[in-house]
């Protein structure tokens, strides 16, 4: 059975530090991995997603995630967080054309100004 | 295009009651996915339609099932409602062959006392 596990329940950062957030999976095939970004009350959005190439992916709002196959994860990465960054961010694998995903408990960031 | 929209947006229940949550999927998206996410937890996959028909479940009783209509509109039902039930329940949908993208709604919040 696959499983997502997110390292950081909880961070705390400063507007400009810069972020990392944890992920690995486990999972016997080929998977597509995902980061989802839920800001408060507001619905699960996608961040950026790796279907394969590149293992290095950009998306949205400055965030990017790179794939290690070796090490089964998929970490989150900003280089100078903002305050409308605070958000809860999840994790989240699915095998190919499956479309039934398999998620993290989630990382909730906030950002001080 | 609208997005993906559910109903009620909270809802309260005693136990051993029956529940019917509704999805309107994303315009041209035939495939919708439902999630059950608990306090503090990732969203779990509960099950997925496709043309009507149930493509896939999670690890969840029979107790839970769903319907798709020829819309692609989708209701998820809960029968002898359990105090555990209790979470926010999201439909996702996503467009023929792009099943791994999914647009998730705002969910709807059920409490059962």
């Known amino acids: 059975a696959q499983s997502v596990s997110q390292h950081n329940h909880h961070v705390i950062l400063s507007e400009a530090a810069s972020l990392e957030l944890g992920c690995n999976y486990s999972y016997g095939g080929t998977v597509n991995l995902f980061w989802y970004v839920q800001y408060p009350g507001q619905h699960l959005q996608l961040l950026l997603k790796?279907?394969?190439?590149?293992?290095l992916v950009k998306g949205i709002k400055g965030f990017e995630a790179e794939f290690i196959k070796s090490k089964f994860s998929f970490n989150l990465r900003k280089p100078s967080v903002q305050w409308s960054d605070t958000a809860e961010y999840f994790c989240?694998?699915?095998?190919?054309?499956?479309?039934?995903?398999?998620f993290g408990d989630g990382t909730t960031l906030t950002v001080k100004p | 295009e609208t997005g993906v929209t559910q109903s009620p947006t909270h809802l309260i229940k005693t136990r051993g009651q029956q529940v019917t949550l509704r999805c309107s999927s994303q315009?041209?998206?035939?495939?919708v996915s439902w999630y059950q996410q608990a306090l503090g937890q990732g969203p779990q996959f509960i099950f997925q339609y496709y043309r009507e028909e149930e493509n896939g479940r999670g690890n969840f009783p029979p107790r839970f099932s769903g319907l798709q209509f020829p819309n692609y509109s989708s209701e998820l039902n809960v029968n002898a409602l359990e105090l555990d039930d209790s979470a926010l329940y999201l439909c996702a949908s996503s467009l023929p062959g792009a099943t791994d993208t999914q647009y998730f709604g705002p969910g709807t919040r059920l409490t059962v006392l």
């Open positions: 989240a694998v699915t095998p190919p054309n499956a479309g039934k995903s398999t």
């Open positions: 315009s041209g998206h035939n495939t």
């Open positions: 790796y279907f394969s190439g590149d293992p």
